[in-house]
């Protein structure tokens, strides 16, 4: 199926479900990341609120996103991008938790000084995000995206999304050496799914009009993973807690591998929970907050934008025009500033999941992606589902990060397959932005008095930045690649170029894919002056 095809109703909800599912892993792991940061770990029913809450915002997001914006079958969710610099801001002096709300004995979910704890941080979070968000909707809607392309190559991409999962390496260790059995056995059951078994079909029973029953061949290990991974994990610790081989005493290692010390979420959780905008009060606002975020916001962009090229060529449709991609990057703003408002404690952005999903199912019709949104809205409003995701043991989730934190490594890494690596040029670069990006924050955050100016918005502002390594890797990049002389098929940007440019020639195609919906443009509203637009044709 390409992207303007509509595949029969029953594939479009079950193929839209597995789009969710698929990004699932992605969108449970922020809010969990985040609630040790925001002093959450041991309020679980919140936690809970915070997984609707981004499934919530992510299936509106995606639906903008389908209908107005890159028109592309792209899921829009949570990004880690947004979360390195949201844990450097969290991590100044004035967000560091309280000592009490470590401790699972003192704390009591319900007392208004604990609310307000979480909330002050979570409100600091969403300000910073609401206003760097104005700044990708600029970027979008006036064309400057188009501009930025040309100085922005493989060289700055590469070590920036590399760096935006290596400093997570703490955190997935964390999580996982809370019982390494469990994390190696997720991670065993993730790796043979998805390598070993991949090619392996399973035979399903399907239906078609007019024939009998019959049995045909399913890549389920391939399709879904992470989820056969994490349940089957799920399942073993369920059995390890009901037979007591885990350790029943709080202190003991392996003690939070057990299924019911998280148990009591499920039955607090209310069935109907509708998220809405300032749930959690009004946003606050601080420059060092949003300096940190717009880092961010600049490397999902170039992400993004890297997505909708493949996302174009996995599911058929011609290389994404100009006007697309504008209106892209300004729609997955507006997504931006959603979910500043409603306050999942992150932004929107384009899921390179998904886009790999597109290429293992050979499916990429809109319709789908729209079915999988809907999705998205209904398990958000349905609270039990966000509260049976925050019970998942926790050295299971640390062997999906350290598998799913590795790939967006690789990922990052293989942005370089377009320059030449034989050229000591490229090499340097490369290596020098990656090393600098992990050793100039892991100084900073280490002696942070050496950088006191005086000012305390300058130094929050200071401290976010380079504690943020992939503001850090990004930066040093984009001049070193910028300034440094070298060919552009040395630096990349002929073989970057060529392998998004395809076959762009043909023009009705294009209107037929990337014009905007129920004629807008095209039969309604059609002004002289529209095709100055950026994001008109």
Known sequence: YTITDVPPWYLCILLGIQHFLTAMGGLVAIPLILSKELCLQHDLLTQSHLISTIFFVSGICTLLQVLFGVRLPIIQGGTFAFLTPTLAMLSLPKWKCPAWTQNATLVNASSPEFIEVWQTRMREVQGAIIVASCFQIFVGFSGLIGFLMRFIGPLTIAPTITLVALPLFDSAGDEAGQHWGIAFMTISFIVLFSQYLKDVPVPLPSYQRGKKCQLSPVYL????????????SWLLCYVLTVTDVLPADPTAYGHLARTDTRGDVLSQAPWFRLPYPGQWGVPTVSLAGIFGI?????????????????????????????HAISRGIGVEGIGCLLAGAWGTGNGTTSYSENVGALGITKVGSRMVI????????????????????????????????????GVITAVGISNLQYTDMNSSRNIFIFGFSVFAGLTVPNWASKNSTLLETGIIQLDQVIQVLLTTGMFVGGLLGFILDNTIPGTQEERGLLAWKNSHKGEADNSQLISKVYDLPFGIGTKYCTVSWFRYLPTCP
Request: charged share 5%.
């Open 221 to 232: 290990f391939q399709i879904f993973p992470v989820l056969l991974g994490l349940s089957l």
């Open 294 to 322: 717009l880092a961010g916001v600049i490397s999902s962009m170039l992400e993004s934008v890297g997505d909708y090229y493949a996302c174009a060529r996995l599911s058929g449709a011609p290389p994404p025009p100009k």
């Open 370 to 405: 729209i079915a999988g949104a809907c999705a998205m809205l209904l398990s958000g409003i349905f609270g039990k589902v966000g509260a049976m995701l925050a019970s998942i043991p926790t050295p299971v989730i640390g062997g999906m990060f350290l598998v799913m934190f």
